[in-house]
């Protein structure tokens, strides 16, 4: 009888974690290469961009699919990465690097977004001066354990407005849309 208790004892250790490891979600974190200048000095389009990625990333993260590491959580610790790592330009920050980042942060996936202003058209009309902005959006999904890249692509939208700034800030919402229809359709976090 004491055997069959010992036994049932050890199967329980091994059983246990094993158990808590297969119920683990895979930890997905956004490195954002978003900043004020790029968005041209515009606060809000940059907190709008941010909110956009936040709002996609919690609702499938309220479908129980995966951890989500927003880009605010990991902005101090990239910065010391970059800086250790003697990062100098965006280029420098390889699939390699990124990896890297990703298994000292704990992360099973890593999403690098680059924000970039396209092109900006300047027209005069009887009304006035019109922008046209296409904001674009370089995105990098990797699976750290593999090193492999999941999704690359370059993304793009348009905004018009009689400022460019209000025409980068009326490009976010459909750039943001792009990506939601593009991270859903290819189903990266399985």
């Known amino acids: 009888m004491m055997k069959r208790i010992i036994l049932l004892f050890m199967c329980l250790l091994i059983a246990i974690p094993s158990l ?19 968005m041209y000095g515009d606060e809000d389009s940059k907190n709008l961009a941010s909110q956009k990625m936040d709002e996609l990333f919690s609702h499938a993260n309220r479908l129980n699919r995966f951890e ?10 990239i910065m010391i990465f970059v800086d250790k790592e003697k990062i100098h ?3 420098d920050l390889t699939t390699e ?3 890297q980042f990703g298994k000292e942060q704990n992360l099973d996936y890593i999403l690098l977004v680059d924000y970039d202003k396209d092109n ?3 027209a005069t009309t009887f009304m006035g001066i019109s922008f046209d902005v296409s904001l674009g959006m370089t995105v990098k ?4 354990s593999t090193s492999e890249v999941a999704y690359m692509d370059h993304l793009s939208a348009m905004g018009k407005a009689t400022s460019e ?3 980068i800030r009326d490009a ?9 229809e593009q991270f859903k359709q290819n189903e990266l976090v399985k």
């Open 89 to 91: 330009s965006k280029q």
């Open 97 to 99: 690097k990124l990896v």
């Open 20 to 38: 808590a490891l297969a119920n683990e979600k895979p930890r997905v974190g956004v490195v954002s290469l978003i900043s004020y200048r790029q």
């Open 141 to 144: 999904f990797v699976n750290v």
């Open 172 to 180: 976010v919402p459909p750039l943001m849309q792009k990506f939601t």
């Open 165 to 167: 700034v209000r025409a």
């Open 120 to 122: 900006l058209k300047v």
């Open 68 to 77: 989500y590491i927003p880009s605010t959580v990991l902005r101090k610790s």
